[in-house]
């Protein structure tokens, strides 16, 4: 029977499954926070050109998004999981052999998209799982979503250290992409059994399974406040600490701390995500990151910057659990993957919106502190909008 490891290993199933966030957006996103600053130096980038690399990312994670719900009807979740994790480890390969600005763009683009079918996808086969396991739902799904914590500790101790082996190189930052795309192969095929054990056939469609967006509208305009917001931090943190002097070695220990915590975040929220059937977390979750994106931008004392990524890091990756709840709780089961997918791709709107707008505020007078202070800001609009969802029925 394929589903006997899912009722009795769920834990084990949604560690292996969680493979496929720290390589969508673990390594394959968030790593470019720490390879921004030596690719601006040595490519000669404004910071509006630094934002568009994430900006073209976030258009492909939209692509992508849109993409995956009829991909998964026709092929099936599993095999548009590992399709995406392969051709997301082949575009950050691809990132380590090129210097051309528009190349770079376009392999972006490309990461954007294999990432989004494997983090929708991995999404709905979370859900699916948590399904056969009520009581523990808000704890598997949140150990998918925390699994891109794996991704950002791995690139924080995997980057500065292939940097500094290949300082000599004339592009240095170039193999980190290199080192990072072969742990996405790596992390490909250690998931690739464990989560077949899931189901992974869509339910058979009907009319009235259709997702109907229009009673999540709060709930929705909240979460693309949410991807404006949010990204500017992930992008540009990096970059305004090492603008600060903060050495490369709290840099690393500030980054991998942030990775922790993103780990431990399923356990910290799983029973808010259990309980809260309408926008509560989301809003909870969404005002808590407008407090820690506002501190880096007010002072650099480090205990306070720590104490900013710790709470960031313990939050962001819950508001994506949570909007996968809040589907799973008010919607059928047949409608999760198109509800999932409607989610994630306001959210990919918001992506494209945050990292242009906060680099071009960043190239004026402001500087990074003031685009940060714009994320904190959409982060609390994200708050008050997700208040007003309500659970349906």
Same mark, same amino acid.
């Given at each position: 029977?394929?589903?006997?490891?899912?009722?009795?290993?769920?834990?084990?199933?949604?560690?292996?499954?969680?493979?496929?966030?720290?390589?969508?957006?673990?390594?394959?996103?968030?790593?470019?926070?720490?390879?921004?600053?030596?690719?601006?130096?040595?490519?000669?980038?404004?910071?509006?050109?630094?934002?568009?690399?994430?900006?073209?990312?976030?258009?492909?994670?939209?692509?992508?998004?849109?993409?995956?719900?009829?991909?998964?009807?026709?092929?099936?979740?599993?095999?548009?999981?590992?399709?995406?994790?392969?051709?997301?480890?082949?575009?950050?390969?691809?990132?380590?052999?090129?210097?051309?600005?528009?190349?770079?763009?376009?392999?972006?683009?490309?990461?954007?998209?294999?990432?989004?079918?494997?983090?929708?996808?991995?999404?709905?086969?979370?859900?699916?799982?948590?399904?056969?396991?009520?009581?523990?739902? $808000?704890?598997?799904?949140?150990?998918?979503?925390?699994?891109?914590?794996?991704?950002?500790?791995?690139?924080?101790?995997?980057?500065?250290?292939?940097?500094?082996?290949?300082?000599?190189?004339?592009?240095?930052?170039?193999?980190?992409?290199?080192?990072?795309?072969?742990?996405?192969?790596?992390?490909?095929?250690?998931?690739?059994?464990?989560?077949?054990?899931?189901?992974?056939?869509?339910?058979?469609?009907?009319?009235?399974?259709?997702?109907?967006?229009?009673?999540?509208?709060?709930?929705?305009?909240?979460?693309?406040?949410?991807?404006?917001?949010?990204?500017?931090?992930?992008?540009?943190?990096?970059?305004?600490?090492?603008?600060?002097?903060?050495?490369?070695?709290?840099?690393?220990?500030?980054?991998?701390?942030?990775?922790?915590?993103?780990?431990?975040?399923?356990?910290?929220?799983?029973?808010?995500?259990?309980?809260?059937?309408?926008?509560?977390?989301?809003?909870?979750?969404?005002?808590?990151?407008?407090?820690?994106?506002?501190?880096?931008?007010?002072?650099?004392?480090?205990?306070?910057?720590?104490?900013?990524?710790?709470?960031?890091?313990?939050?962001?990756?819950?508001?994506?659990?949570?909007?996968?709840?809040?589907?799973?709780?008010?919607?059928?089961?047949?409608?999760?993957?198109?509800?999932?997918?409607?989610?994630?791709?306001?959210?990919?709107?918001?992506?494209?919106?945050?990292? $242009?707008?906060?680099?071009?505020?960043?190239?004026?007078?402001?500087?990074?502190?003031?685009?940060?202070?714009?994320?904190?800001?959409?982060?609390?609009?994200?708050?008050?909008?997700?208040?007003?969802?309500?659970?349906?029925?």
């Amino acid at each position: 029977m394929p589903n006997d490891r899912a009722h009795t290993h769920p834990l084990a199933i949604a560690f292996a499954l969680s493979l496929g966030a720290a390589i969508s957006l673990g390594m394959s996103r968030f790593s470019y926070a720490l390879l921004l600053p030596p690719m601006r130096a040595d490519l000669d980038w404004t910071y509006f050109l630094a934002g568009a690399m994430n900006t073209a990312n976030a258009l492909g994670y939209l692509i992508g998004a849109l993409a995956t719900p009829s991909l998964m009807r026709r092929y099936g979740a599993h095999t548009v999981l590992l399709a995406g994790a392969l051709l997301t480890a082949l575009c950050l390969i691809g990132s380590g052999l090129v210097t051309d600005t528009a190349i770079l763009l376009a392999q972006r683009l490309l990461a954007g998209i294999a990432s989004a079918l494997v983090f929708v996808t991995g999404g709905v086969l979370a859900a699916r799982l948590g399904s056969l396991h009520p009581q523990r739902a $808000g704890l598997l799904i949140g150990i998918y979503y925390g699994g891109t914590g794996l991704g950002i500790v791995l690139s924080s101790l995997l980057v500065p250290v292939t940097a500094l082996l290949a300082h000599a190189s004339a592009h240095a930052w170039q193999w980190a992409w290199l080192t990072l795309g072969a742990m996405c192969l790596l992390g490909t095929a250690v998931m690739a059994l464990p989560v077949r054990s899931i189901d992974g056939k869509a339910p058979p469609a009907s009319v009235h399974d259709r997702f109907d967006w229009r009673p999540f509208r709060f709930g929705l305009a909240g979460y693309f406040m949410y991807g404006v917001g949010y990204i500017g931090y992930m992008t540009f943190v990096v970059a305004l600490l090492r603008e600060e002097g903060m050495s490369a070695g709290l840099i690393t220990l500030f980054y991998t701390g942030l990775g922790l915590a993103v780990m431990a975040s399923s356990r910290i929220w799983a029973g808010l995500l259990d309980r809260s059937r309408g926008g509560r977390a989301m809003a909870l979750l969404t005002g808590l990151l407008a407090i820690a994106t506002l501190l880096p931008a007010l002072t650099a004392q480090p205990l306070l910057v720590f104490a900013s990524g710790l709470l960031f890091g313990g939050v962001f990756l819950s508001v994506v659990a949570s909007s996968t709840a809040l589907v799973r709780h008010n919607a059928p089961m047949a409608a999760w993957s198109g509800g999932i997918g409607a989610f994630t791709s306001v959210f990919a709107f918001g992506q494209i919106v945050g990292p $242009g707008v906060v680099g071009w505020i960043a190239d004026g007078a402001g500087g990074l502190q003031r685009g940060l202070v714009f994320s904190a800001l959409a982060l609390l609009v994200a708050a008050l909008l997700a208040s007003r969802q309500r659970a349906l029925g």
